[in-house]
């Protein structure tokens, strides 16, 4: 098994529609997130969910909801969205933060909104 | 927050050349990673190197944390090399820590 395994892989939307994107780690780490990355623009940090506690962003707009249910597990919830939300999700896990720590990505799940 | 800026934004080499791709960073950082984002969309980890000098294969890289930089090489580039490379810093955010990106280097390595 990959470290960090997103599903779907690709995903195509209309604006009224509800979807969800799911991350797995395998990594037994604590922290995971959410970054967003549209075309020309660098990665952008959308969540962190640290020892399963939320830190928010609190830029995102609210048609993105992220669940953390357990350590190894996080979803971005979409509806409603905008065609301008098209780009590439991409979820990443880490050990929390104490001395020392690498961020690990998943493959990404690249989204259309049309 | 930190502000990340790499050089140069693109670089065209052929391949068998060497290249160095910089990233200066704005405050002192407890870490810092170098990613590779192949053409499919992954982000690959290089190095994890806050400072000093680290090496794999052809691949190396340096982090002078003091004068707040840090260097990524690539010798002897291959085709397989093509893709983004990407810095990215530490950054407390809120009451957690994530990795602030800089906006990379665009590399194609021609036959």
């Known amino acids: 098994e990959t470290g960090v395994t997103q599903t779907p892989r690709h995903l195509v939307m209309g604006m009224t529609n509800k979807k969800s994107l799911k991350c797995e780690q395998h990594?037994?780490?604590?922290?995971m997130y959410w970054y967003k990355q549209s075309a020309k623009k660098p990665l952008e940090l959308m969540f962190v969910y640290s020892l399963e506690e939320r830190v928010e962003n609190n830029s995102v707009p609210s048609r993105f909801s992220p669940e953390c249910p357990n350590s190894s597990h996080l979803f971005l919830h979409l509806h409603t969205l905008q065609p301008e939300d098209s780009a590439l999700y991409l979820c990443a896990s880490s050990q929390d933060p104490a001395g020392g720590w690498e961020l690990f990505f998943g493959e990404g799940s690249r989204l259309t909104v049309l | 927050g930190i502000q990340v800026e790499q050089s140069p934004p693109d670089l065209i080499l052929q391949e068998g050349a060497n290249s160095t791709l910089r990233c200066n960073f704005s405050?002192?950082?407890?870490?810092l990673q170098w990613f590779h984002q192949n053409p499919w969309g992954q982000l690959i980890n290089l190095f994890y190197i806050p400072s000093g000098t680290k090496q794999n294969g052809r691949l190396s890289a340096t982090t002078v944390a003091t004068e707040r930089y840090s260097l990524l090489y690539i010798s002897s580039s291959q085709t397989t090399d093509s893709g983004v490379y990407f810095c990215?810093?530490?950054?407390?955010?809120?009451?957690?820590?994530?990795?602030?990106f800089g906006k990379g280097t665009s590399l194609l390595v021609t036959p």
């Open positions: 990594l037994g780490h604590n922290a």
């Open positions: 405050d002192s950082v407890n870490n």
């Open positions: 990215a810093v530490e950054q407390v955010w809120n009451s957690g820590y994530a990795l602030n």
